[in-house]
């Protein structure tokens, strides 16, 4: 083999290592270029907070956050964003699937079709935006789950707040239910000095049947007394979901779905009619 | 008159312990007044939501720092003193994890201990990269008179041993931002200024929630 013929084969040689290793190195950076892009375009369409929730519904935003123009309103009118708002992940509309809904479905549409059509907005500072929080907290040395519910209060000079509404938990329900026994106060207890209130009142798991008929138990009072006697320890909020209920004759449920897809962030789950005002919506909830 | 002074000793070193005890949120009654009556205008908002996005900047880069650990213990002591001058006083971070079993576990601690943490972790490399794309909602005001906001940004943090990746993941943070009228002492006057608060960090998972 002469020198010259070496030389030549190593020179072609060298050039193929380095065109494979160039190739091979940009397709490797191609490619996490790719998955790069991919994650920031999955961060852009995601619904990142509550807000841009309300924003994309009412179509005052873009994707990007910006006000929406002209233009992406003719591309994306509110009949085509309002579905993309809604978890797609939900069984109730997967064919073919055992929780597939047809009922579901039409009244999905018949939602959009209403809002769209009546061109309803989202008022971000509703009181009909209540927010549940489920809070962790330690009861007896054991984890607890308390729902708090908070609602927007307009203050002042156009000043906002969260404000705690009411809360419910297995471990404020103090009171047990019992039919089988009529429980009173008997009508002439007052002539004795209610000496019958010391056997009413050590009744103690039934308490409530001798409040009156419109007697409503007030678990956020519990829930403070509980607080400020150290009787529970707060700990963090585990989840919070929204219940939206400031669209006349409808129902919203949102929560965060925390996954690495383009139908991410804050998503509608549920959507049903209501005629419920505030108070009674949270009474039921 | 001993026991006098000793009981009004007792009195007022109690009722600093409950000053000291007041909540983030919690202002006098006047300080909320004087700042409530004076408001941003639309303009002041859009230009304070630019100054937000080089705030935001501001803290990721000094974090880029404080993890790489190829940078000199100054730079990164430096950078840790200045991201924590971004804060508010009393900002927590609140970092939330997806045990095996699906709960979720929140871990609270105060800002200087997280960036002390980050600074020390045990990794002999650090790589930590943020998206430059990020979300910041509308300023909404407090009954207190400050604005308040909330930016979105996404973390990629990559942890080595040598050259072997032992630890990656990417996080979603919530930052608070919070508009206040500081003094400016050089000048003596009164002025806006943008101060990040309380983060909330969650794993982003790619399997459905």
């Not at chain 1, 404000?163 to 047990?176: E, P």
């Not at chain 2, 941003?40 to 900047?57: C, R, W």
Request: glycine share 4%; aromatic share 12%.
């Amino acid at each position: 083999m002469s020198y010259r013929f070496f030389k030549r084969k190593l020179h072609r040689g060298s050039i193929l290592v380095c065109v494979v290793f160039f190739t091979g190195s940009s397709l490797f950076s191609q490619v996490l270029t790719n998955q790069q892009k991919e994650r920031e375009d999955i961060f852009v369409a995601r619904i990142k907070q509550f807000n841009e929730f309300a924003d994309r519904f009412n179509l005052k935003t873009d994707f990007n956050g910006n006000t929406a123009d002209s233009v992406f309103k003719a591309r994306m009118p509110r009949e085509r964003m309002i579905p993309l708002l809604f978890d797609l992940k939900d069984p109730r509309i997967q064919i073919p699937g055992k929780e597939y809904s047809e009922a579901y479905i039409r009244i999905k549409e018949e939602f959009v079709e209403e809002v769209t059509k009546k061109n309803i907005l989202l008022y971000k500072y509703s009181p009909g935006i209540i927010s549940e929080a489920r809070v962790r907290v330690i009861y007896k040395g054991e984890p607890q789950q308390i729902r708090l519910f908070l609602v927007q209060e307009i203050v002042g000079n156009n000043s906002v707040k969260w404000v705690l509404r009411s809360a419910k938990g297995d471990i404020l329900n103090i009171f047990k239910t019992d039919t089988s026994m009529v429980r009173f106060i008997p009508p002439s207890s007052n002539e004795t000095d209610f000496i019958n209130l010391k056997r009413a009142l050590e009744d103690t798991d039934y308490l409530q049947y001798y409040a009156s008929q419109d007697y409503e138990p007030d678990f956020l009072t519990l829930f403070f007394y509980y607080i400020k006697a150290g009787i529970i320890k707060y700990e963090y909020v585990e989840e919070v979901v929204y219940h939206i209920i400031d669209i006349p004759g409808w129902y919203l449920r949102v929560k965060e779905f925390n996954r690495n897809e383009l139908n991410s962030g804050w998503l509608i789950t549920d959507v049903m009619k209501n005629e419920l005002d505030l108070a009674a919506f949270i009474r039921n909830l | 008159m001993l026991k006098k002074i000793l009981i009004t000793g007792v009195i007022l070193s109690l009722s600093m312990w409950v000053t000291g005890q007041e909540t983030k949120t919690a202002v006098t009654s006047k300080q909320a007044k004087i700042t409530d009556e004076i408001n941003l205008s639309d303009a002041d908002i859009e230009v304070f939501k630019e100054q937000t996005k080089q705030k935001v900047e501001e803290f990721q880069q000094y974090i880029v720092t404080l993890g790489n650990k190829d940078e000199p213990a100054e730079k990164r002591n430096m950078a840790e003193k200045e991201a924590l001058k971004l804060f508010y006083k009393g900002a927590e971070m609140e970092i939330s994890t997806i045990l095996p079993n699906g709960s979720v576990q929140k871990v609270n601690r105060p800002m200087e201990k997280y960036l002390a943490r980050l600074k020390s972790l045990p990794y002999t490399k650090v790589i930590i990269k943020f998206y430059d794309i990020a979300y910041i909602r509308e300023f909404t005001k407090g009954p207190d008179g400050k604005y308040y906001s909330t930016a979105t940004i996404i973390q990629e943090f990559t942890g080595f041993s040598d050259d072997d990746i032992i630890y990656t993941d990417i996080t979603k943070k919530e930052v608070e931002i919070i508009i206040d009228i500081v003094e400016d002492t050089f000048f003596k006057e009164k002025r806006w200024k943008i101060f990040l608060g309380d983060i909330k960090a969650a794993e982003t998972k790619s399997s459905v929630s």
